[in-house]
């Protein structure tokens, strides 16, 4: 893996457009068509066009918000230490496959994933399953980094946390 550019403080404007240079581990999981939010025409267009798109969301906001929180748990749970990446990758064999990734795990050659999700979607994480596009998300972080393992770690608002 290549570190593409440190995010620490990075604007948001200019994060925008360097998720442009590439596929992100949020594109994959549009790009195989399981993403319900997003579509592989929505990620073509974004990374195709010369603007950047602002979105955000409350949703998008709290699971933002949550991040420290939900690696905090992973810690507590696991024993494993987390730090922030603080750098946007791309793969050496593949420089189109980018990955800005929450945690790495301190030790090991692996990376935690934190969501956040609400307790109508508990459904989706019940009994070791996991949303197929987080599932993908992972895989590609895998790819990127060359890791051996990928932890996702999910806090279901009110309700529960859980890991993969």
Known sequence: MRKIVCTKNLEH??????????????????????NPYRTAMHV???KTSDSTEELDNEAMRQGREF???VAMRFTEATGKKVRRANFMYCSTDYPFMIADVDRMVVGENAGL?????????AEKWKDGKMPLSYQIQCYHYMAVCNADA????????GKEFNMK
Do not use: F
Request: aromatic share 18%.
């Open 13 to 34: 404007s200019l994060w925008l457009q360097y998720r442009k240079q590439g596929i992100g581990g949020s594109d994959a999981g549009a790009i195989c068509g399981l």
């Open 67 to 69: 991040e420290e929180y």
């Open 150 to 157: 990928w932890y996702l770690a999910v806090l279901i608002y």
């Open 44 to 46: 073509y267009c974004d």
């Open 113 to 121: 994933e934190c969501k956040t999700a609400s307790p109508y979607m």
